[in-house]
């Protein structure tokens, strides 16, 4: 096997999906690639680790949806086994202190809370469904909705505490951050590109419908393997340059690669470390300083058997908790262990991402044992991934726009800049956030570049 040349047609940052698919895509393509990776590893925000007995833990990004046609194209390609993200039974809603059960996804509230809330959520979906995904800005009220953030729109479309608290409680699941962190043009935009702001909330046919049983990872590192030496792991870059004849990327320890165009496929506020020469227009550094990442530590706890099955449990809790917001049932068929998925997300995450690993699970597990009886307590193992403390992600899911920022430079979201082009799932119009927004963007960005070196 020949080894990739020091100079190659394209450079790519990052080996997470989205650079992995480009890198594929131009390789089939005929175009020799090399993908600069900071990490040990590749997956970037897909990480799948394993437990004693060899099941596949997804402590980054897992689920999938049907819809996500690139990602399903993938299974299909490399045979991944996958299997229905389990949901029957009775699922928690923690609201103010005080649970309540339910079945299907209408939560038990009083009457009036409930058709409060339900008539707030046909509102959103509505303005949702006018948002352009491929340019929010252009909206007919883009300057209104992007100038109030999610929070103020909350208060203002809801008469009842519950329905409040319940909306707070979503936006904290979906987007990670509290809702006076994002704009309401950001949530709106992002509901509509991934079809509903209630597809986004469900799991059967919505966004946490189907998992892989050997993990997310099995996704990507077909991708890589088949990449051979083109990927590059611990290569952080810290600069680059580029000019008439091509582009080259700087790493710390003093390496240097070089290309004809290159595909950054950072989230943006990770772009911000690096020193762009000649330096990037004054929208795109906008783009880098506006978009801040959501805050989120993922826990999954590991049991002899999933035991709160036989209390008629889904595993399935949203709840306005001061430590975990979300839990799911994260068992795995054909495992000998049951087990549960927790989600510290928004400011729970920012302020457990400080606190002594010991101290974080402890708190978790006083969550999971309220919601699922004395034995949640005492799991036989217990994973997290403190995403907020990981150098190069510094939060997750993905980084989003506060109030303002669309206006003021989401145009040049995929804008090139030059040899240098934008990939990464917050550049997506389809799915934007997930892991298809990654692929879609990967293919959106190559097809740029082919167009440019044709
Ligand atoms: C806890 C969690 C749960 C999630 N759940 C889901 C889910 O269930 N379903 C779903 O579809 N999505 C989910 N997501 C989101 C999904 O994981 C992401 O949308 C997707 O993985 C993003 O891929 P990407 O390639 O755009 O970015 P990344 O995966 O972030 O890739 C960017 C890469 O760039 C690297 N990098 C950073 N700085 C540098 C540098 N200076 N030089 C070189 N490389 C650098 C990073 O290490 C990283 O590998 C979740 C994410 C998290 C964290």
């Known amino acids: ?239 680059i340059d580029q000019d008439a004849e091509g582009v080259a990327a700087r790493l710390a320890d003093g390496r240097s690669f070089s290309a004809r165009r290159l595909i950054c496929s950072l989230a943006p506020p990770q772009a911000a470390d690096i020193a762009f020469a000649p330096a990037l227009p004054s929208r795109r550094i906008a783009v880098h300083q506006r978009m801040t990442m959501g805050s989120v530590i993922k826990c999954i706890a590991l049991y002899d058997r999933p035991f709160w099955r036989d209390d008629g449990l889904s595993g399935e809790v949203v709840s306005d908790d001061c430590t975990v917001q979300l839990a799911f049932d994260e068992t795995v068929p054909g495992s000998d262990h049951g087990a549960l998925v927790a989600f510290v997300n928004g400011d729970a995450a920012r302020r457990w991402t400080r606190a002594p690993a010991p101290d974080r699970r402890d708190a978790v597990l006083r969550s999971l044992a309220r919601w699922f009886g004395e034995r949640a307590g005492h799991p036989i193992a217990f994973v997290e991934r403190n995403w907020p403390a990981e150098p190069f992600s510094r939060g997750c899911y993905v980084a989003q726009f506060g109030p303002g920022g669309w206006l003021a430079c989401g145009d040049a979201l995929r804008q090139p800049c030059g040899r240098i082009h934008w990939a990464g799932t917050e550049t997506a119009t389809v799915f934007p956030g997930y892991i298809e927004g990654a692929l879609e963007a990967a293919e959106r960005a190559t097809h740029e570049v082919l167009g440019a070196c044709a």
């Not at 006018?130 to 929070?151: F, N, Y």
């Not at 966004?207 to 990507?220: E, F, K, Y």
């Open 1 to 239: 096997m020949s080894s990739t040349p020091q100079t190659t047609d394209v450079l790519i940052l990052g080996a997470g999906a989205s650079g992995l698919h480009a890198a594929d895509i131009l390789r089939r393509a005929g175009r020799t690639v090399r993908v600069l990776e900071a990490r040990s590893r590749i997956g970037g925000r897909i990480e799948t680790v394993s437990a004693d007995d060899g099941t596949a833990l997804d402590v980054g990004g897992q689920w999938l949806s049907r819809d996500h046609v690139r990602a399903i194209g993938l299974v299909r390609r490399f045979r991944i086994p996958t299997f229905p993200q389990p949901c029957d039974g009775t699922k928690l809603l923690e609201i103010g202190g005080r649970i309540s059960r339910h079945q299907g996804d209408i939560p038990q509230l009083p009457i009036w809370s409930l058709l409060d809330l339900q008539q707030a959520i046909s509102r959103l979906e509505r303005l949702a469904r006018r948002i352009p995904v491929d340019s929010p800005w252009l909206a007919h009220d883009a300057h209104a909705l992007d100038t109030r953030s999610a929070e103020d729109w909350i208060r203002n479309a809801t008469l009842t505490d519950d329905a409040r608290e319940c909306l707070r409680a979503a936006v904290r699941a979906i987007h990670a951050c509290e809702p006076r962190d994002i704009s309401m043009l950001q949530l709106l935009w992002y509901a509509h590109g991934n079809v509903s702001f209630m597809k986004l909330a469900t799991i059967r046919d919505g966004a946490q419908d189907i998992r892989m049983t050997r993990g997310a990872i099995s996704l990507l590192q077909p991708l890589a393997d088949s990449l051979h030496d083109a990927v590059v792991t611990d290569a952080a870059v810290v600069a």
